[in-house]
């Protein structure tokens, strides 16, 4: 059976060949390059329009002559590159009939038939990140804006119908997700606040337009619309509901994995070993090498492994790092207690119950560290030389949240695993 080329361009680039991660494709311009012509498969393109559309600045000649040389460098970067790309002296084209998979059309697709509470929630866990954030062509900003969009409409949906299902605090969590994505959107703040109201948690509604007169001073110098700061005023004044909040109808959160996992049992045994070991363990490396990928796969192991469950935080796309504890607390369903800082509660919750091991964190895509040269940054080819053990954490929750702020953190009830 032939391999297949598996394409991931949202959150971070990155190609698998059969069972194989392909490397080879690592400069921004080929990485742009490819993403243009899969995105447009459909129709062959024009060297003219693609030379203009990458080096609109340079004459036709010196447009035209970069482009066959970008061209050359992705045909040999390629594993069996002709049976994906085809050229002729006028267009170029990826074969759209070639064995290949890619997230964005899983996402599209996802989109068209998300009917469904389920569905919606397998639609959002497909949604990575921004397409290629590290591309700068102009050709990307409206295919990611349009993408961008999609999600944040999907999540809308799924937010409404978790609040329809009386499920708050799911759908706070996915509520969170979406201030992640536009911090600035003040409809999104009011409706977390209602969701903090129904599931009886004032403080949490306090908390959220806090938050909100923050980022709004800070980005844009001005104050919340009136209509945010009256439904303050009325969601305070409201009675608690007289029912608790739901429990989770699952011990995890993890998302669906949207590629084959095969090939990395050495790699999954070491992660486990160090967990055993330690209680914070990072995975550092390259955009693309498979950090996330490895911690899901581990963490899809060890579910039945942790009473209190395995919970996974988004921090990626966090634009403020004010929003780490909410989102962190918003996962694990916990509530900020009447003159306790949200920071003390949710330290209280992660403080191991059973035993100092019985809490594990995974942080993975770590491009720096905030713990200094303790934690190195390391080379595709040397993933696992990156991963670094930490056993003093006697100040754990402090740095813990500085490395959450640039991490995408895995969460295990107490549990990290990130």
């Known amino acids: 059976m032939a391999s297949v080329l598996h394409i991931r361009l949202l959150g971070e680039f990155s190609l698998t060949y059969g069972d194989q991660a392909v490397t080879t494709v690592n400069t921004a311009r080929l990485q742009s390059l490819l993403a243009y012509l899969v995105l447009?498969?459909?129709?062959p393109q024009s060297r003219y329009h693609l030379a203009f559309q990458f080096w609109p600045d340079s004459t036709e000649s010196q447009a035209r002559t970069n482009l066959r040389k970008l061209f050359h460098q992705l045909h040999q970067a390629l594993p069996e590159a002709d049976r994906f790309l085809r050229a002729d002296a006028q267009t170029v084209q990826w074969r759209p009939d070639a064995p290949f998979s890619l997230d964005v059309a899983e996402f599209e697709r996802a989109i068209a038939q998300a009917n469904s509470r389920q569905a919606l929630r397998e639609t959002v866990a497909l949604y990575r990140g921004d397409l290629l954030p590290s591309c700068y062509d102009d050709w990307i900003t409206p295919e990611r804006e349009?993408?961008?969009?999609?999600f944040i409409?999907?999540?809308e949906r799924l937010v409404g119908a978790l609040e329809d299902a009386g499920d708050s605090r799911a759908a706070i969590n996915y509520a969170q997700r979406l201030l992640q994505y536009d911090p600035l959107r003040e409809a999104t703040y009011r409706r977390l606040m209602r969701l903090h109201a129904l599931?009886?948690?004032r403080a949490g509604v306090l908390r959220v337009y806090e938050t909100c007169v923050a980022v709004l001073q800070r980005e844009l110098g001005i104050e919340p619309a009136p209509a945010t700061r009256e439904a303050r005023d009325y969601l305070l004044r409201m009675e608690p509901p007289a029912v608790a909040l739901p429990p989770p109808s699952a011990l995890h959160n993890l998302p669906a994995p949207t590629t084959s996992f095969v090939g990395r049992e050495r790699e999954i045994a070491q992660v486990r070993q160090l967990l055993e070991r330690s209680r914070l363990v990072t995975?550092?490396?390259?955009?693309?090498c498979g950090k996330t990928r490895l911690a899901l796969r581990v963490a899809e192991d060890l579910v039945a492994e942790y009473p209190d469950g395995v919970w996974w935080a988004e921090l990626a796309a966090l634009a403020d790092p004010t929003l780490v504890c909410p989102t962190v607390a918003a996962v694990l369903g916990?509530?900020?207690?009447?003159?306790?800082?949200l920071e003390a509660t949710l330290a209280a919750i992660l403080r191991p119950k059973r035993s100092p091991q019985s809490n594990k964190y995974i942080c993975d895509h770590i491009s720096s560290s905030p713990f200094g040269d303790g934690v190195p940054v390391n080379s595709t080819k040397r993933l696992l030389k990156g991963i670094v053990l930490r056993n003093d954490l006697n100040r754990w929750l402090d740095e813990l949240?500085?490395?959450?702020a640039s991490s995408k953190t895995i969460i295990s009830n107490g549990h990290f695993l990130a």
């Open 401 to 404: 949240l500085k490395l959450l």
């Open 199 to 201: 599931s009886g948690d």
């Open 146 to 150: 349009r993408l961008r969009q999609a």
């Open 40 to 43: 447009h498969r459909d129709v």
């Open 283 to 288: 995975l550092t490396g390259a955009g693309g």
């Open 153 to 155: 409409e999907a999540v």
């Open 334 to 341: 916990v509530r900020e207690q009447s003159g306790r800082p």
